[in-house]
């Protein structure tokens, strides 16, 4: 154990010992490494404070700015949705308005119908010309419908291929009927009534409707020159919904003078008919005559022009007139 005296004599040594001015010989001492920290920072409550308030200020900061930026990146995201969204949006609309403004102008362009149109008649000609039975398939329908007071095709044909000529689409049926009058109606009047009796049969058997359409073709011969006889047909349309009844006759087919005289023989005196007309008809004593030729289309063997011919002629007329006499709600 030390004792104060000792403590003071060392004390008096050493001041004994010192330089005078009292500076020592020691050197100065080194700095301290940089990893220790300054005394006089770390025994500064007041700065340690500032710091940790500086710090978490940072912190702070650091937060915001990431959540700023975190919204920023939401915002821009639902930014960009919406404008690819409302580009999606934009190139439907302009692609249905492109579609909507094309079709347009194909319906409102008179040259692009006519194209249409003519491709549509080059088709079906050539579809009919390998099939001519496909032609009553394409045209048939629509709101035009007729019963044609035969079975016979000659008949039948030339009312469906003038009225779907006419009217585009058109359908044609046939249907067997009596006139009531001679085999070979003699004369306009006996033709006409021939004509519009076939239509009555059909309407008082209550094979057809009396709303129904109907077209009655009754040929007959009339001498229109002194000893000059022609064959021709008499055409009736009776539409009783549009009060429509229209008559109309073919074109005159001459007759050689014998074949009439042949007919006027083979009649007999008390033939209940004979007001009307001859108990035989021209075709059957022209197929007499020449068996080669036949009693149906004698009129092509005679003058080069068969009946169908003559009748399409006649009946595109008047499925025109009967055109005119229609609302245009039937007409397209």
């Not at 330089?19 to 080194?30: D, E, I, Y």
């Not at 700095?31 to 912190?59: A, C, K």
């Not at 004509?195 to 009339?222: C, M, N, P, Y």
Request: charged share 20%; with cysteine.
């Amino acid at each position: 154990m030390v004792t104060r005296e000792e403590v003071e004599q060392a004390e008096k040594e050493a001041n004994a010992q010192s330089p005078p001015g009292g500076r020592t010989s020691l050197p100065a001492p080194k700095p301290l490494p940089s990893f220790l920290p300054d005394s006089n920072t770390t025994n500064t409550p007041s700065r340690i404070s500032v710091e940790e308030d500086s710090m978490q200020s940072g912190l702070s900061r650091q937060e915001s700015a990431y959540t700023q930026s975190e919204n920023k990146s939401r915002v821009a995201s639902l930014h960009t949705d919406d404008c690819k969204k409302a580009h999606i949006d934009d190139g439907s609309m302009s692609s249905t308005y492109q579609t909507g403004s094309l079709l347009s102008w194909i319906s409102g362009n008179s040259l692009v119908s006519k194209v249409v149109e003519k491709t549509k008649s080059s088709v079906e000609s050539v579809i009919t010309t390998l099939d001519p039975g496909m032609k009553e398939v394409i045209r048939t329908g629509g709101d035009i419908n007729i019963v044609v007071t035969s079975c016979k095709d000659t008949k039948v044909g030339a009312v469906r291929e003038a009225f779907q000529q006419v009217f585009g689409l058109a359908t044609v049926t046939g249907l067997e009927s009596e006139s009531g009058t001679a085999a070979q109606p003699v004369g306009y009047t006996a033709g006409l009534k021939g004509a519009e009796e076939r239509i009555q049969h059909l309407r008082r058997s209550s094979t057809i409707s009396d709303e129904q359409v109907s077209v009655s073709i009754e040929g007959f011969i009339v001498e229109l020159l002194p000893d000059k006889w022609y064959e021709m047909s008499c055409i009736v349309l009776q539409d009783p919904v549009n009060r429509v009844d229209l008559q109309t006759f073919s074109q005159p087919t001459p007759i050689p003078t014998q074949y009439i005289h042949s007919a006027q023989d083979q009649t007999p005196s008390d033939y209940p008919l004979r007001w009307a007309g001859l108990s035989v008809s021209i075709g059957q004593v022209i197929e007499q005559a020449n068996p080669h030729i036949g009693h149906v289309d004698w009129q092509k063997a005679l003058v080069g022009v068969d009946r169908r011919e003559s009748l399409v002629l006649a009946l595109r007329s008047m499925a025109y007139l009967y055109s005119q006499k229609l609302p245009t709600s039937m007409i397209s």
